[in-house]
């Protein structure tokens, strides 16, 4: 199996700990690019050594067979499938991969974990067997890169935020990305239907002859040669899309929930080996996909964060020669939810059902459009950088004319360990230094402002020193360092 990288390890570590606490009911965050097939295969390892049978549930059939080729490629062996008419179809074995179509049909097998991959696809199935009180104490591990699900904090206790989609950007394990957002159409007459926009209604607005036009015109201008998914609306608007594509000469395949799996098989074939310069598809390709996409097209509309950052992290996977991942975002989304990497980090807790979701957005800077020459301004930029333009209150709905204009974003920053991790990896640390016990101690204090709590004193030291926490110990060796030169200078003095 792959050597954990040292956020893996320590996520690892923050799920061992909650349920070493007594938690049964654990989401863990991590978005596209953090490494989940190794992170999930060192979860079963781990309750493989210790005899336990696990139980490994997938949202779509078509995503079973995946699934275990994750597990194969890791070494792991010992599964068995449970799907209807599967040739793994094996009950006795001690990892059990199932569609959740199929095990709501039959009884569930003995287990002693369960992981619920894309736990934010939430299933009926799912509120029986959480609430089951012969499942009471067994470890129910939600997986997911947007656990926001409306509801989902009534079934799950505690969530694990393993990374950030801007920390792994910033280390180099997601590609960074640039955004241009083109002409706005106008979605006032547009109407909500479970949080998110009537579809009908959405077709009507994006099927413009004009618009799907300037989507492809767009594309020409600014996406040539760059490999490419664009999300539809709805299956007229996509084929509409895809006709337009190769009128323009442009080669263009189609996707649907429908479309059988050899058909997807061939499209990612010709997509990879050029054949297919762009592919139109609607409800589909947002979820266990790992294709060379170097641009994302979205024409449709959404007020939904989770859909939103699926869509877009489809775009984000590193590779050969990949630069970055061009996003034309034709639907005023970004204006409407900001960028990815400040949507995830602003979920820090589960939802009940009580706190609406859409209040995460309160907590989101969103880039401003100029109304002089439609350049995207950083948050909080009142005179435009392009133009010298200062704004005043327009209409979000506005249609304005003018060039794509690139939405900028600021850098963020890693996130911090939790102070039992932290501990954990001063402890590291000093083993690796050769320091005393008690320094690990006397840094957490230091950082902190209070001792370590009783409970953590038997933890183990980390298996790796974080980043974040190198170059914490780092500045304060470099403070004492100036400190003491300023006090032997002073000394010298007198």
């Not at 059990?96 to 009884?107: A, D, E, M, P």
């Not at 059988?260 to 762009?278: A, E, I, P």
């Not at 877009?312 to 900001?338: E, F, P, Q």
Request: with cysteine; glycine share 6%; hydrophobic share 35%.
């Amino acid at each position: 199996m792959r050597e954990l990288r040292d956020d893996q390890a320590t996520a690892l570590l923050n799920l061992r700990q909650a349920v070493g606490e007594g938690k049964r009911r654990i989401v863990m965050q991590a978005p596209t690019g953090f490494g989940k097939t190794v992170l999930a295969s060192a979860l079963v390892e781990s309750a493989r050594a210790k005899r336990k049978r696990l139980i490994y549930t997938v949202p779509a059939i078509s995503l079973v067979d995946q699934t275990v080729e994750m597990f194969y490629s890791q070494g792991i062996r010992d599964i068995g499938v449970i799907q209807a008419h599967h040739a793994m179809t094996n009950w006795s074995e001690p990892v059990q991969i199932c569609s959740v179509q199929t095990l709501q049909k039959h009884n569930i097998p003995e287990a002693d974990v369960v992981v619920i991959d894309e736990c934010h696809r939430w299933f009926t199935f799912y509120e029986r067997w959480l609430r089951d009180p012969k499942w009471a104490n067994r470890p129910f591990i939600g997986m997911s890169a947007t656990p926001w699900q409306k509801g989902l904090g009534n079934y799950y206790e505690h969530l694990i935020v393993a990374a950030t989609t801007q920390d792994l950007i910033d280390r180099g394990l997601l590609s960074d990305f640039r955004v241009f957002a083109p002409s706005h159409p106008d979605l006032s007459g547009v109407r909500t239907v479970a949080g998110d926009y009537h579809e009908g209604d959405l077709a009507g607005c994006m099927n413009q002859s004009g618009l799907v036009a300037d989507i492809v015109q767009t594309w020409l201008k600014r996406a040539e040669g760059r490999p490419t998914l664009c999300y539809a609306v709805d299956l007229l608007h996509a084929r509409h899309l895809q006709e337009q594509f190769k009128a323009a000469g442009v080669e263009c395949g189609y996707q649907d929930k429908k479309t059988r799996d050899s058909d997807r098989r061939y499209l990612k074939r010709d997509f990879h080996n050029g054949t297919l310069k762009v592919v139109v598809n609607v409800g589909t390709l947002t979820t266990g996909i790992d294709w060379d996409v170097r641009c994302i097209s979205l024409v449709r509309p959404t007020k939904s964060q989770m859909l939103f950052t699926q869509i877009v992290g489809r775009g984000l996977r590193n590779a050969d020669g990949k630069d970055y991942c061009l996003i034309l975002d034709h639907s005023d989304n970004h204006t409407r939810l900001g960028f990815v990497t400040d949507i995830d980090a602003s979920h820090t807790s589960l939802y009940d059902g009580k706190t609406r979701v859409t209040d995460t957005t309160q907590k989101i800077r969103l880039p401003k459009e100029c109304p002089q020459c439609s350049y995207m301004k950083p948050p909080g930029t009142a005179k435009c950088p392009v133009c010298a333009y200062v704004a005043e209150a327009h209409s979000k709905i506005e249609p304005t004319p003018g060039e794509l204009a690139e939405l900028k974003r600021k850098a963020k920053t890693l996130a911090e360990p939790l102070p039992r991790v932290f501990l954990a990896e001063l402890r590291c640390y000093a083993i690796q230094h050769g320091y005393k016990p008690g320094w690990s101690a006397v840094k957490f204090k230091d950082k902190f402002g209070y001792w370590p709590d009783r409970s953590m004193e038997h933890d183990p030291p980390a298996l790796i020193v974080s980043p974040q926490t190198a170059n914490w110990i780092k500045s304060r060796n470099i403070a004492w360092a100036r400190s003491k030169a300023r006090a032997d200078r002073l000394e010298g003095v007198r």
